[in-house]
């Protein structure tokens, strides 16, 4: 039987067809023993045409409406060489029937299958997975137009209400699809509104181009969500209605997807399930793949198989949310089975993301386009360093120290044996030091004040500005949320955790964090580290490191959001103008250490558990993988307490840790493979047995045994799992007192901080003669006294809004790196508008080479006074004390706010001390004389 196989590959390539034919609802019929009556579907092998027997042709209630041409399986690579042969077959005469062309052709060889449309605008073939179903076929030919041909007649697009970087994705990719392009990359900056885009298109695929089921792919659920609740807002511009009220929009929980569904949302681990036949629990969408354990690099990763219930024509567009970390691996199966347009959107693609969708970037908008457009907001880094965050600590022999379960965080007291000598990526893993951790939030405290100077309230209580901290772990994130409560003198509500673990609803407290007053600092591990969207963000606190530059960028992204001024203002009540930048506090050199693309997880016993727990509880099946949580296991077994013992079995309902061990290394057992093999084939009768059955048979054989593995392991018995285990006992070091090494602001590199001040330069220089207040600082000296705070103003405006990234006060910085400053820069970090304008002056001053070193203004101002005022009393003219006050005041005014006006005199100071007519009274008919003479001279 094996030598007849060997000598039939059409043959077999022909079962498998046959196979795939029936799975996908067809009835394989030949030619002697047709019936069309027989089914929907009928697929008459060997049907003769005018140009000869045609390998199958496919009826569809009895009408002819494709061709498959079969080839041999080493044959794959030569499909589309015999796209001619099945043309041919498609465009002649059947025998019987006087048919027009057949519209639907596939080559295949059992195992690779391409499809073509021939009723296509310029029929183009692609691989598909699977067959179509009949119902499909049906459908598509009933139609007047395909799908292709319609996405041709999508209209112009109205740009109301979108931005140009929205409006260049939606139109290329528009075009993109017109080009039959099967694959698409937008890239957007985080904030920039990549899912607002996606629902722009969404709703125009389905209006304009008739698409039937769109999928939206996410990879955790609070993803999904959020973009759920984007679609249930949505409002288009060409209709009164919501979207939801003209299309259908289901979010996956289940296996089940609607019939009557036009959007769907699902994260990729819930489809990849679906597609396995398997249920999923929700605990297992809730954590980014990007860095957790499905990650598992496998030999043989377990395939997806056609699923009738859910066949490869189920949605005609999939959108891949975050595509730079769910296109990879274990997932890729999952897209590459629907036959469908594939969109990806991400801020921070990498090498194999451009890979993956074919090169074909319809759209680049990177986070510097988005902060110049003032989409997006740009960033200051404020660094804190400490001796035990930079070098560690050692604990000496004989010292008692707390040993602290993670599980329960239950301490016992113990003696240290032997030196005990830490390291700084041990800490809050291995080892927690309290005084570490509160060394950073006083830390942290103390100089929130100086970053942002203007949020004293009118009784000088100085109020935080939402602040989220980036914890390791879960136990970590408890530890600094006890810490800030302390050290902030604060109660519960003002900051708590936003884990997918925490007691209370995590959609409440990120709520809550978004749109209330407090909480106004929260901690989270990965929640809301990639994704969420939480506008009000002022400061990102890393007190946790992340070697992958796309994550890292992800949560750089958190605080990018803009927020106009009423809705920031009603979380944070001192805010005295609209968000302008955000700072990240790092505390663990995060936006130092390097950075690396991320890679999938190596087979290597540095593998944390959890990551094996994981891969094991997502479906991979690898001999490596099961062996190596086996021989953690039976390490763990020998640790545990009996009590240990008693929940591990309750949580397994009555499997003990011994007996999980043992299904592991049987998953894999050559001998208990055989055995079962030889069991299901014995129920096969002996004429039907095949060598390829035989391989179904032990294929099935280990596939049960690596089931019965790992259904063992779910979400809660994974947590236990990892938490229990002793070596993950944490020592309390409270030996060792932390003290702050640094405490300020990151500073330029010369190359970064020289491109900065060539850029504001070339700004200054380029706009010399458009914008007055410039015009003025390059002409005559006397021309600087007609300069006013409108004039300064209007230019502040058109910089933030032409070159964001040219804030005053980073250009300070950057001349502070480049030579010698006079004093502090006027506005601190992020001062107030009009400390902001008095910093430009300064800079205005300094580039225009009216001050040889760049100096404050009101600096040269306090200069330019005295020297006049010692000027005017060097002959008879002396000033009276009160005259000296009202000058002072002329004086600080003009610093402030580059000149002053007679009127000016009825307002603030002025009118407090008697206005004009004071003025008048003290300076008499030189009153006139005098404020203009201070106007030049003090901006002189």
């Known amino acids: 039987m094996t030598e007849n196989i060997n000598q039939n590959p059409e043959q077999k390539a022909r079962d498998n067809i046959d196979k795939m034919l029936v799975e996908a609802g067809w009835i394989v019929q030949s030619k002697k023993k047709v ?29 002819p409406v494709g061709v498959i041409e079969a080839k041999r399986e080493e044959q794959g690579e030569k499909l589309t060489v015999a796209e001619d042969q099945s043309k041919d077959y498609a465009e002649s005469k059947l025998k019987y029937l006087n048919n027009d062309p057949l519209p639907f052709v596939y080559e295949s060889t059992g195992v690779l299958t391409r499809f073509t449309d021939y009723r296509d605008p310029k029929p183009r073939s692609r691989p598909i997975f699977h067959f179509h179903r009949p119902e499909t076929l049906l459908e598509w030919f009933g139609q007047v137009k395909t799908l292709r041909a319609r996405l041709k007649d999508i209209p112009e697009l109205d740009e109301t209400g979108l931005r140009p970087a929205q409006i260049k994705a939606i139109r290329n990719l528009e075009t993109s699809f017109k080009d039959n392009r099967p694959k698409a990359l937008i890239q957007m900056a985080t904030g920039a509104g990549k899912t607002f885009t996606a629902c722009t298109f969404v709703y125009r695929l389905l209006k304009h181009a008739d698409a039937k089921r769109i999928l939206f792919v996410v990879d955790t659920k609070n993803l999904g969500e959020q973009a759920e609740q984007e679609f249930l807002k949505y409002q288009p511009t060409d209709d009164n209605r919501k979207f939801t009220e003209l299309y259908n929009v289901q979010r996956l929980n289940s296996s089940y997807i609607a019939s009557d569904s036009q959007v769907c949302i699902s994260t990729i681990q819930r489809l990849y399930s679906i597609l396995k036949g398997e249920e999923l629990e929700e605990s297992a969408e809730e954590e980014n793949p990007n860095e957790k354990s499905w990650q598992w690099q496998k030999k043989e990763p377990m395939p997806v198989e056609y699923n009738a219930k859910n066949p490869i024509e189920q949605f005609d567009f999939v959108i891949i949310d975050e595509c730079h970390r769910s296109i990879y691996n274990l997932w890729k199966q999952v897209l590459d089975y629907y036959d469908a347009f594939l969109i990806g959107l991400t801020a921070t693609p990498d090498k194999r993301t451009f ?95 100086s970053i942002f100077p203007d949020r004293f309230d009118e009784n000088g209580e100085f109020e935080v500005p939402k602040t989220l901290a980036f914890a390791k772990t879960d136990s970590h994130a408890d530890d600094i949320i006890q810490i800030i409560r302390e050290e902030f003198g604060e109660g519960n509500d003002f900051c708590k955790k936003v884990t ?33 969207d ?22 750089k992204g958190r605080g990018t959001r803009t927020i106009n001024f009423d809705d920031l203002k009603r979380v944070t ?17 995060a936006t130092k250490s390097k950075k690396t693309d991320s890679r999938p997880l190596e087979r290597k016993p540095t593998t944390p558990l959890k990551d094996l727990l994981g891969a094991v509880t997502m479906g991979v099946q690898d001999e490596d993988l099961f062996t190596s949580l086996a021989n953690r296991l039976i390490r763990l077994e020998k640790q545990l307490t009996e009590d240990e013992k008693a929940k591990y079995e309750e949580l397994t309902e009555g499997k003990t840790l011994n007996q999980t061990t043992k299904d592991l290394l049987n998953a894999f057992d050559p001998d208990l493979i055989q055995s079962k093999t030889q069991a299901l084939v014995s129920q096969i009768p002996v004429q039907d047995r095949t060598p390829a059955k035989e391989e179904e048979c032990r294929k099935q054989a280990q596939n049960e045994l690596a089931l019965c593995a790992a259904k063992t392991f779910t979400g809660e018995l994974n947590d236990y799992i990892v938490n229990v285990h002793r070596i993950h006992d944490q020592i309390i070091d409270t030996v060792n007192t932390d003290k702050i090494l640094r405490s300020e602001w990151d500073s330029f590199t010369k190359d970064k901080a020289e491109e900065v001040v060539k850029n504001f330069k070339e700004y200054i220089e380029a706009n010399k003669d458009e914008i007055t207040a410039l015009s003025i600082f390059y002409d005559q000296p006397y021309r600087r006294r007609e300069l006013t705070f409108k004039m300064i103003k209007d230019l502040l405006d058109k910089l933030k809004l ?118 008048y009274q003290l300076f008499g008919d030189k009153m006139d004389e005098i404020i203009n003479e201070l106007n030049e001279v003090l901006a002189a």
């Open 35 to 63: 019936d069309l009556y027989a089914s929907k579907g009928v697929a008459v092998r060997e049907y003769q045409t005018d140009v000869g027997p045609a390998d199958y042709v496919l009826f569809v209630d009895r009408k």
């Open 355 to 449: 890979g993956f969708f074919n090169e074909n970037v319809v759209s680049e908008y990177t986070y510097e386009e988005s902060v110049a457009d003032g989409v997006n907001v740009p960033y200051d880094v404020f660094t804190i360093e400490t001796e035990i965050t930079q070098a560690g600590a050692k604990i000496k022999a004989k010292e008692y120290v707390d040993k602290r379960e993670k599980l329960t965080r239950k301490k016992r007291w113990e003696r240290l044996d032997e030196d005990y000598e830490y390291t700084s990526n041990k800490l809050d893993k291995d080892v927690v030091n309290p005084s570490q951790i509160r060394h950073i939030i006083k830390a942290y405290k103390e100089a929130l004040p």
């Open 500 to 532: 997918y673990k925490i007691e209370e609803d995590p959609k409440s407290v990120l709520n809550r964090f978004r749109n209330s007053w407090n909480p106004r600092i929260a901690v989270t591990v990965d929640m809301i580290a990639t994704g969420t």
């Open 534 to 555: 939480v506008k009000p963000l002022e400061v990102l606190l890393f007190m946790r490191d992340v070697k992958s530059i796309n994550y890292f960028e992800q949560m």
């Open 573 to 589: 009540r001192t805010a005295k103008h609209t968000k302008t930048h955000f700072v990240i506090v790092d505390a663990v050199g």
């Open 802 to 919: 032409e070159k964001p990234l040219l804030a005053p006060h980073y250009v300070w910085e950057a001349y502070a790196q480049l030579e010698k400053v006079k004093g502090n820069p006027p506005a601190g970090r992020a001062g107030s508008p009009k400390n902001d304008l008095v910093a430009l002056v300064s800079l205005i001053r300094r580039v225009t080479g009216i001050d040889q070193q760049l100096t404050p203004y009101n600096t040269t101002v306090d200069k330019n006074f005295q020297d006049w005022v010692f000027g005017k009393q060097a002959g008879a003219l002396k000033f009276t004390e009160e005259q000296m006050g009202w000058l002072r005041m002329l004086k600080d005014h003009i610093a402030n706010s580059f000149h002053v006006e007679v009127d000016d005199l009825d307002y603030t100071p002025f009118d407090a001390q008697g206005g004009r007519g004071k003025m």
